[in-house]
């Protein structure tokens, strides 16, 4: 089972809270969080895209990078890990961002790839004048379609004519080609968006935490992906919160919750609301508590001494069917440091497998 890094691309990380560490999603750090991971044999990165933040006192991802330019940085300066940006479909043609995988991959081949995005968060969109009406939350995976379809015709071929309902492509050109196919990840999680993932994408994403979660993720990609040609990975996302015992580790979850950012985790819940739709948005809307910060019980989180943090893993890769699991830590730099140092050494698995 592979290890990746979940890359903060946004200020604070995954993390709503006064007591939480605090930082900026700049091209210093990422490089640095990359540069150590794949020092430990990590294979891959991620980086998300988000487009307006939760507000409160911490400005939550009020401070955003965008992930296509500062991947392109980041991969320059690094060597080995393979790192995806993602890309909000309803802000990018798929003729541009075809142009810019394959500059991106002249500059480090194989190694870029992209995370399609749909776009549920209206508030992003809508401040740019681009959200085309509530009514794209019922058919934004048929858009992803149509655009997944026009980004791999030309990366693949160079060419594209494509007539569909959002996209209208007429002899569309592209003489510089990636040197081999981008590799896309998808998370979609409901089944239209497995089914999309399983059509277009390389990864998807699940959040499953047990045997038969992530073997049901595994059969609804499997059945539409094979009966396609296609052999599309499962991915998944952990927080790892790193201490000398695991009652440590468990005060400092404590410290953060005290800290909580009441009013940006409010304004994060909302949001997701907005999608009426039934879909997973409801799911982590209800996962969203405005006192806080990280909840202690969640099954992704993986908290505790290096001993049982590696132990976590260990049952995890012991059930088999994820190619790779995205970590995000409280502190990046010094949780790296210290999973590489401390958890790698126990763990049963190869992660470069």
């Known amino acids: 089972m592979k290890l990746g890094v979940f890359l903060p691309t946004g200020n604070d990380g995954w993390i709503s809270s006064e007591n939480s560490p605090h930082y900026r999603p700049t091209f210093a750090l990422n490089r640095e969080i990359v540069a150590r991971a ?49 890309v909000g479909v309803l802000a990018l043609h798929p003729a541009m961002v075809a142009r810019m995988a394959a500059t991106i991959d002249d500059v480090a ?25 509530d009514e794209y939350f019922g058919y934004r995976y048929d858009y ?22 959002y996209f209208d492509v007429t002899d569309c050109e592209m003489g ?27 990864y998807n994403f699940t959040m499953a935490t047990d045997a038969a979660g992530i ?67 409801s799911a982590v809307a209800q996962r969203i508590l405005a006192h806080q910060a990280i909840d202690p019980e969640a099954p992704g989180l993986f908290a505790g001494s290096p001993r049982s943090v590696a132990a976590k893993f260990n049952r995890l890769a012991a059930i088999g069917g994820l190619e790779g699991v995205l970590l995000s830590f409280d502190d990046f730099l010094d949780g790296i440091d210290r999973f590489g140092r401390e958890v790698l050494p126990l763990l049963d698995f190869d992660i470069s497998v």
């Open 176 to 202: 510089m080609r990636p040197s081999a196919p981008i590799k896309v990840a998808a998370a979609g999680a409901s089944p239209r968006g497995r089914k999309f993932a399983a059509e277009y994408a390389d």
């Open 38 to 86: 794949e020092g430990f044999g990590f294979a891959f990165g991620l980086g998300m895209i988000t487009f307006r933040g939760y507000g409160g006192k911490t400005e939550h991802w009020h401070y955003t990078s965008e992930p296509v330019t500062q991947t392109a940085a980041v991969l320059a300066a690094t060597s080995s890990l393979q790192v995806f940006a993602s």
């Open 109 to 133: 081949p194989g190694r870029f790839g992209i995370n399609i995005t749909t776009g549920w968060h209206r508030a992003e969109y809508a401040q740019m004048g681009m959200w085309p009406g």
């Open 144 to 165: 992803a379609t149509e655009w997944a379809a026009v980004f791999r015709a030309l990366t693949e071929t160079g060419h594209c004519d494509f007539h569909g309902r």
């Open 215 to 281: 073997a049901e993720a595994r059969a609804q990609i499997g059945a539409v992906a094979a009966a396609n040609g296609r052999d599309v990975r499962v991915l998944s996302q952990r927080t790892v919160i790193l201490d000398d015992t695991d009652e440590l580790a468990l005060a400092r979850i404590d410290h953060y919750n005290a800290g909580a950012d009441a009013e940006a985790l409010v304004n994060e819940r909302g949001n997701y609301l907005v999608d009426s739709t039934g879909t997973s948005s």
